[in-house]
């Protein structure tokens, strides 16, 4: 009963980042997930690719409900989704591929650098901006190349890939930073989908009879963060509406370095 008290906890709290800040919540996940499931649930180390996997599940869940109250907020450029679905299903796939192949330490190395300069940049601006530049044919052919580009990282890591490119749209694309947000968070639904098909898609684990499992995911942790994540996301779309977009931009920045910084642990 503690344990599903537990999951419930990790999901509204990875929910409220998933809604506020337009991640998907496996940043909050996927540390606790790393240092404590693969220990006390039965894990062996060699099977972290199933709480990556879960991850994706999980963050499906919370994006989806992040999305639906963005849109409401008309905080989405809906206009970019065709781009981020082909992108999406080419990178989530190279990325379901590439986690057995491209060892991990080197994608860490390049996603924590990524973040880490991301967050200096917001730091830096004196005042983000409260306009949307207009984005073109061409402007969103190079957003999808680079979609392309964070779903495969992504996948590979068992995170959403809003983290990415929310400060991509803000930064280099002149979005507001609730505009990127609210984008962003169709991007993190939009990568987990289909990162988390390919990954039901994958014979499941001989090791792990023990665990509800559909392919790479285990089912019962999914649904358990999910249910408390569902609920997160939505209290946390409501607040960054309401809530002062400096403040906004620093909360952002600040998750960016903590990311970093728990990724490289």
């Not at 506020?20 to 940043?27: C, F, S, T």
């Not at 639904?189 to 995911?217: D, R, W």
Request: aromatic fraction near 8%; proline fraction near 4%; charged fraction near 10%.
């Amino acid at each position: 009963m503690l344990m599903i008290a537990l999951f419930l906890l990790i999901g509204v709290i990875s929910g409220t980042f998933a809604g506020l800040l337009g991640v998907g919540g496996g940043l909050i996940f996927l540390p606790l997930a790393k240092f404590y499931f693969l220990d006390h649930l039965g894990y062996p180390s060699e099977f972290l690719k199933v709480i990556i996997a879960t991850s994706t599940a999980i963050i499906v869940a919370n994006s989806a409900s992040a999305t639906i109250q963005h849109h409401r907020n008309r905080n989405i450029d809906i206009s970019l989704l065709p781009y981020f679905v082909v992108a999406c299903i080419v990178g989530a796939k190279l990325g379901v591929v590439l986690i057995d192949i491209v060892p991990i330490p080197v994608v860490k190395c390049i996603l924590t650098t990524f973040l880490i300069i991301s967050s200096l940049r917001i730091l830096r601006k004196k005042k983000p901006s409260s306009d949307n530049r207009i984005l073109d044919k061409k402007s969103k052919i190079q957003i999808g190349s680079v979609g392309l580009l964070i779903s495969t990282l992504s996948s590979m890591l068992g995170l959403g890939g809003g983290a990415l490119m929310g400060p991509f749209l803000n930064g280099v694309f002149k979005q507001s930073i609730k505009k990127s947000i609210g984008t962003a968070s169709m991007f993190t639904l939009t990568v987990s989908a289909t990162a988390c098909v390919f990954y039901l898609m994958q014979p499941e684990p001989q090791n792990l009879t023990h665990h509800l499992m559909v392919g790479y995911i285990d089912m019962q942790i999914a649904v358990l963060v999910a249910a408390g994540g569902i609920f997160g996301s939505w209290m946390g779309a409501k607040l960054m509406h309401r809530a002062p977009v400096t403040v906004i931009q620093k909360l952002f920045a600040v998750l960016l370095i903590i990311a970093a910084l728990k990724i490289t642990l």
